[in-house]
């Protein structure tokens, strides 16, 4: 059972990375919007190069 | 990159400095990746556009833009194809930052990384890890529990205690007890090197009673700036005249005794008297009078009137709190308070089910602490119940009904302004309308095209187009496809009529009696055509329909309602419509505190009313009634007064919006039988003490998806 002590901090680790994914999103306001981010992924306006911002 | 598109300022005006850089537009039609790329393209393609961001979701576009005016911008975007409103930034500032929400996602961020590892670890242990490994297995359990429910439960330990030192019972104190008798009982088994530990359900409680709490935080942060949207949709600002200048300031700095110019189509911001110039004046808004007043100097306006045909110069006599506008505020507070007694399903089931969980909770400890006089196991049935009986299906069930319900109401049109606005649509069971700007558009027509001679049409149409009067822009489009003939030295006579010169001698459109004529004060709109060689022609108009009105009595007819028409207006009129759309209760010549009391007669009566209303006339009936609905085009005071607003022009999703709230209080009713069905099941299973951790978590997320499920099932159907 000594894999235990790898696994649960490895679980545990993927987990918080996640975590931390989820919370970098949500401070970078993505949730703002959501409608539009679905369909501006149909729009081919920016397909050449990368709006300015 | 940003110092490539930095481009120098257009406008060099004064004024232009004073306009913030930043301006919020509203599309009320935006709705696919189409809509967004021909927006952004159409500003950034403006000269003076730095850029420009649609959030869909919001039906908004933001434009950094200094120095351009959102006239400007709402043109172009008109030449695009997309109507766009201007909307206030500093009304709309308070809905941005939704911090509250925020809050309450990441809550549900950490909670639902809490379950799932907790969850991992249960997993082994259900499956049969013992002794030492069972002990590790808790105690990392425990170390993620513990610091997630101190932090994710937060929101209810909060309004539990709020609710328990204001003396009351609320949803949340069964929750926070629950919580806390888990994770404590758990502690303890762990200590003790016990069987059970309930932490992935103290925890999988949080998680989804966080759920439930943010779609209901949702749907109110969305009617909020639904609001604030309405609100800020008129921008409120003034001519000032101070000597020989003028000056474009907000109606709020407007004070007593302030001289303002008035161009036709404006508004007016203030209560005043008229010192100079002459026009007529819309009334329709105050008095649901559709017919046009002849204004002089000397006359008094109040504010929330439209001036039509000349420029007016008004001394205010009473500006923001005095006016009249806000006198009548106070009027709809008294009459909201009657409102405000209302309380929701899910309220009036929390009075009998929470304490009915407390006794219950409190009744299986004595028991089997009286039957085996082992603390540890009563408390541990205790809990056990608790966790069951979770008020999944009121914290979760009723905002996901709603927020599917409104979302779908807001696709078809309709915002819904207040929480329990559905609730009360459903039960009503007569709809009164008003009659102009609501059944109508408030916008005349000409009842017969053909009774313009073709000889007369030319000159007609060249008096018509020369002026902005509601009449002469209906003839003018009644006439469309003539040429108009060339005429001479073409005047506007504010309040009496628009005059040109034809070869043969002046040519005129306008009042009777400024043509001659004889009056007929009982017809209804008309005005009169006199051209040189002519006998004077007599032309009628009528007031249009709004697009979807017939559709929607009709409908609301074979849904078994009682259809009243209520209107300011003068009986020929009211009686044309009632009988045009097969209204068979109608009554005419109707003041504001007279609409009021018909509600209220009604409601006494015991009927449950929904009033359907636009003007300021309305606003206390709007008020007083179970429910109310406001068109867009209605006054600010009438859609602050209802709890749902119209955003297009066509009145079919009032008919609809009725079978949505009757269907949503079902699913909403459905959902208690279900948690209710639940808990007959799983209760007596925890009273005889079975209720392992495995079950408790199975119980608890197949109510909740059900549930959950459940409310989704309503945006299916037509769409």
């Known amino acids: 059972m000594d894999i235990l002590a790898i696994l649960i901090p490895v679980s545990l680790g993927l987990g918080a990375v996640g975590l931390g994914a989820f919370l970098w999103a949500l401070r970078h306001r993505q949730f703002d919007d959501p409608n539009g981010d679905g369909q501006r992924v149909l729009s081919d306006r920016w397909d050449d190069r990368p709006p300015p911002d | 990159m940003t110092a490539i598109l930095h481009q120098p300022r257009l406008g060099a005006c004064p004024a232009c400095d004073a306009a913030p850089d930043r301006i919020i537009l509203s599309l009320p039609d935006a709705h696919c990746a189409l809509c967004i790329t021909q927006v952004e393209e159409a500003l950034s393609a403006l000269p003076g556009v730095r850029s420009a961001r649609v959030n869909l979701t919001l039906r908004r576009v933001t434009v950094d833009a200094p120095g351009l005016s959102p006239d400007a911008l709402i043109a172009c975007l008109a030449r695009a194809g997309h109507p766009a409103h201007e909307l206030d930034p500093d009304a709309l500032a308070s809905t941005t930052a939704d911090r509250a ?19 991992v670890l249960s997993v082994a242990v259900w499956s049969g890890a013992d002794a030492a490994t069972r002990d590790l297995f808790h105690w990392v359990s425990a170390a993620i529990a513990l610091p997630t429910v101190a932090f994710a439960g937060t929101p209810f330990f909060a309004s ?33 090197s016990g069987h059970h530990a309930y932490f992935d359900a103290a925890v999988m409680l949080c998680f989804f009673l966080l759920i439930g709490r943010y779609l209901d935080h949702r749907t109110r942060a969305i009617a909020r700036s639904a609001a604030a949207e309405l609100t800020a949709l008129e921008v409120p600002r003034a001519t000032l005249l101070s000597g020989v200048v003028e000056r474009v300031v907000p109606v709020a700095e407007l004070r007593a005794g302030d001289m303002i110019r008035l ?28 017919l046009p007043v002849p204004t002089a100097p000397g006359m008094a306006l109040s504010a929330g009137e439209v001036n039509l045909t000349g420029p007016l110069i008004l001394r205010v006599t009473a500006a923001g709190p005095d006016s009249s506008l806000a006198r009548l505020t106070a009027l709809v507070e008294a009459a909201e308070t009657a409102r405000g007694r209302y309380t929701s399903l899910a309220e009036r089931a929390a009075k009998g089910y929470s304490p009915a969980v407390h006794a219950l909770a409190a009744a299986s400890f004595a028991g089997w602490f009286w039957a085996t006089g082992d603390m540890r196991v009563a408390v541990n049935i205790a809990a056990a119940v608790l966790i069951i009986t979770c008020p999944c299906a009121l914290g979760l069930a009723v905002p996901a009904v709603v927020t599917a319900a409104s979302g779908r109401l807001f696709r078809r049109g309709l915002l819904i302004k207040d929480g329990t606005a559905l609730e009360r649509l459903a039960q009503t069971d007569t709809v009164v309308f008003d009659k102009t700007g609501t059944l109508t558009m408030g916008m005349p027509r000409l009842v017969d095209a053909d009774a313009v001679p073709p000889a007369l049409r030319p000159v007609a149409l060249a008096l018509a187009k020369g002026s902005a009067h509601p009449l002469a822009r209906a003839l003018a489009s009644a006439l469309e496809g003539t040429v108009p003939a060339a005429l001479t030295d073409l005047r506007e006579h504010p309040g009496l009529g628009i005059e040109g010169t034809t070869p043969d001698g002046p040519a005129r459109l306008g009042r009777a009696e400024w043509l001659g004529c004889p009056e007929d004060p009982g017809a209804g709109l008309q005005t009169w055509l006199s051209v040189p060689g002519h006998a004077p022609l007599r032309l009628d108009f009528q007031d249009r329909l709004r697009p979807g009105a017939g559709e929607c009595v009709s409908r609301l007819r074979l849904q078994g309602m009682r259809v009243i028409l209520l209107s300011g207006d003068r009986a020929a009129p009211v009686a044309d419509l009632a009988g045009q759309l097969g209204i068979a209760e109608w009554h005419a010549g109707i003041d504001p ?23 300021l006339n309305d606003t206390a009936a709007l008020a007083r009634a179970h429910a109310s609905i406001s068109p867009a085009s209605a ?9 749902m607003v119209l955003t297009g022009q066509d009145l079919t999703p009032v008919a609809q919006a009725l079978r949505v709230a009757r269907q949503s209080t079902r699913r909403i009713r459905e959902n208690f039988a279900i948690s209710f069905g639940y808990n007959v099941v799983a209760v007596p299973v925890a009273l005889i003490g079975l209720a392992t951790p495995l079950l408790a978590a199975l119980a608890m997320s197949i109510s909740s998806v059900t549930v959950t499920l459940n409310a989704l099932r309503l945006d299916r159907g037509d769409r």
């Open chain 2, 101 to 119: 929400g925020r809050d309450l996602l990441m809550r549900i961020g950490v909670s639902g990384f809490a379950m799932m590892n907790i969850m």
């Open chain 2, 160 to 192: 539990a205690w709020r609710s328990l030192r204001a003396g009351r019972l609320g949803m949340d104190v069964p929750i926070s007890l629950a919580l806390i008798l888990a994770s404590a009982i758990s502690l303890f088994e762990t200590a003790h």
């Open chain 2, 263 to 290: 161009r036709p189509g404006n508004r007016v911001p203030a209560d005043g008297i008229v010192t100079d110039g002459r026009s007529e004046i819309d009334r329709s808004l105050l008095t649901g009078e559709t």
């Open chain 2, 593 to 615: 505190a007279g609409k009021e009391a018909m509600i209220a007669a009604l409601s006494d009566a015991g009927a449950r009313v929904l009033m359907v209303g636009d003007g």
């Open chain 2, 635 to 643: 006054l600010d005071a009438a859609r602050v007064a209802s709890d």
